[in-house]
């Protein structure tokens, strides 16, 4: 059974360059979870979905972050422009059924601005 | 506002003996408590959790402790092996609201 599946791996860009990343939740999950993580401020949310609906985005940054699910296999996380303090890894979870029920985490993408 | 903090970011023990990674919150709404494992270049993994009606909670080798009173929660590994070196975070949740992590302490188990 393939777990979370998030893209790319890793990410370099350029400061002001628009990036994306991509999540695949796993089949039959209904809540999605955008993480990020550094090594200041350890993992934090930044937005989760509930049947593809945003249902707490107060964590996303600033206006240059924003996150769709356009369907229940499919979500994005675009950064535009980017900045080299957005530099981190992102992470992607899923679980059916909230934020107390365990969520599974994909591998994460390393994102390095430059 | 850091509301779950982990103030070792680093813990180092022989194999065979304890670990005690520890967690401090600060929010009285918290009524369930997990702690994630992660290995590098791969995501957290779930490890045990507690809610807040119980005051400890175990799964084979690992224990989690909750103290309500002092808002501290810890997790005891025991015996410690190699392979339980990773980092550690805690995480705590009010009910129905966002999942608050620690920054996470990484623990080193030496052979």
């Known amino acids: 059974d393939a777990g979370v599946i998030q893209s790319p791996r890793h990410e370099v860009t350029e400061m002001g360059q628009e990036v994306t990343l991509r999540c695949k939740p796993i089949?039959?999950?209904?809540?999605l979870f955008w993480y990020r993580q550094t090594m200041m401020r350890g993992l934090e949310l930044l937005i989760y979905?509930?049947?593809?609906?945003?249902?707490?985005d107060s964590g996303m940054p600033e206006d240059r972050f924003s996150a769709k699910m356009p369907n229940a296999s499919f979500s994005t996380l675009k950064i535009q422009p980017s900045e080299p303090r957005d530099s981190a890894v992102y992470f992607c979870?899923?679980?059916?059924?909230?934020?107390?029920?365990?969520?599974?985490f994909g591998p994460g993408t390393r994102l390095l601005v430059l | 506002d850091q509301q779950v903090k982990q103030n070792s970011p680093s813990l180092s023990v022989q194999e065979g003996r304890i670990s005690i990674l520890n967690c401090d919150y600060t929010?009285?709404?918290?009524?369930?408590f997990l702690w994630y494992k992660k290995y590098p270049a791969e995501g957290p993994t779930f490890l045990i959790s507690?809610?807040?009606?119980?005051d400890k909670n175990e799964d084979g080798r690992f224990t989690v402790f909750l103290n309500k009173s002092a808002k501290h929660l810890s997790l005891h590994i025991v015996p410690s092996q190699p392979g339980d070196s990773a980092v550690y975070f805690c995480?705590?949740?009010?009910?129905?609201?966002?999942?608050?992590f620690g920054e996470g302490t990484q623990l080193t188990v030496n052979p």
């Open positions: 979870a899923s679980n059916t059924g909230g934020t107390q029920e365990t969520q599974y």
């Open positions: 089949s039959g999950h209904n809540s």
């Open positions: 979905f509930n049947n593809n609906v945003p249902i707490d």
């Open positions: 929010n009285s709404m918290f009524d369930y």
């Open positions: 507690i809610s807040s009606i119980k």
């Open positions: 995480a705590a949740s009010a009910w129905r609201s966002r999942l608050t």
